[in-house]
């Protein structure tokens, strides 16, 4: 099977971050543990076709309207805003983001605009929210979009496990 990753393939790796994956953080995923491996294999699969790697990370002010609906985390300038380690190292472009979806309020169309980009391969949590969102938003722009599914968690399997075939449904995202 041929690689889904082109030069104009950009693999987004969404809300990897210390607040979301490390062990009791304000916002812990504890799957998220479970991809951070795979996350990595695939930035150098991506990297090796000549695709691009962006980063699309929660970064809040102190007060967002967010945090009253979820705890105050990924504080932007702050250690729980960051790339987990093990991913960190690998960053390339990186997108600040204050809701669900990668698009909304953020640069990342005209970023992948710059970068020739008509491919999206969408990696990291949470499968239901930040990557369901981003997708929408993706296919509603006319990205072809593709789903890492070893590469994605959420909170609960059955979440996960809708989020992807929704996604499939209505986006035509593919699982890869």
């Given at each position: 099977?041929?690689?889904?990753?082109?030069?104009?393939?950009?693999?987004?790796?969404?809300?990897?971050?210390?607040?979301?994956?490390?062990?009791?953080?304000?916002?812990?995923?504890?799957?998220?543990?479970?991809?951070?491996?795979?996350?990595?294999?695939?930035?150098?699969?991506?990297?090796?076709?000549?695709?691009?790697?962006?980063?699309?990370?929660?970064?809040?002010?102190?007060?967002?309207?967010?945090?009253?609906?979820?705890?105050k985390?990924?504080?932007?300038?702050?250690?729980?805003?960051?790339?987990?380690?093990?991913?960190?190292?690998?960053?390339?472009?990186?997108?600040?983001?204050?809701?669900?979806?990668?698009?909304?309020?953020?640069?990342?169309?005209?970023?992948?605009?710059?970068?020739?980009?008509?491919?999206?391969?969408?990696?990291?949590?949470?499968?239901?929210?930040?990557?369901?969102?981003?997708?929408?938003?993706?296919?509603?722009?006319?990205?072809?979009?593709?789903?890492?599914?070893?590469?994605?968690?959420?909170?609960?399997?059955?979440?996960h496990?809708?989020?992807?075939?929704?996604m499939?449904?209505l986006?035509?995202?593919?699982?890869?």
């Open positions: 099977m041929a690689s889904i990753y082109t030069p104009q393939t950009a693999f987004l790796v969404i809300d990897m971050l210390n607040d979301f994956v490390l062990e009791s953080a304000p916002l812990e995923v504890p799957a998220a543990r479970g991809i951070v491996n795979n996350i990595a294999s695939a930035i150098s699969e991506a990297k090796q076709a000549g695709a691009k790697v962006v980063y699309v990370c929660d970064a809040h002010d102190p007060e967002d309207k967010e945090f009253s609906e979820w705890p985390h990924c504080v932007r300038g702050t250690p729980g805003a960051q790339v987990v380690e093990g991913l960190r190292h690998q960053q390339d472009v990186l997108v600040e983001k204050t809701r669900y979806s990668g698009f909304f309020g953020t640069n990342l169309e005209e970023v992948l605009r710059r970068l020739g980009v008509n491919t999206l391969v969408l990696g990291g949590i949470l499968t239901d929210i930040c990557i369901y969102f981003t997708a929408a938003d993706a296919y509603m722009r006319g990205y072809r979009v593709a789903v890492l599914t070893e590469g994605v968690a959420a909170l609960s399997l059955e979440d496990q809708w989020a992807l075939r929704q499939e449904r986006f035509n995202a593919t699982p890869v």
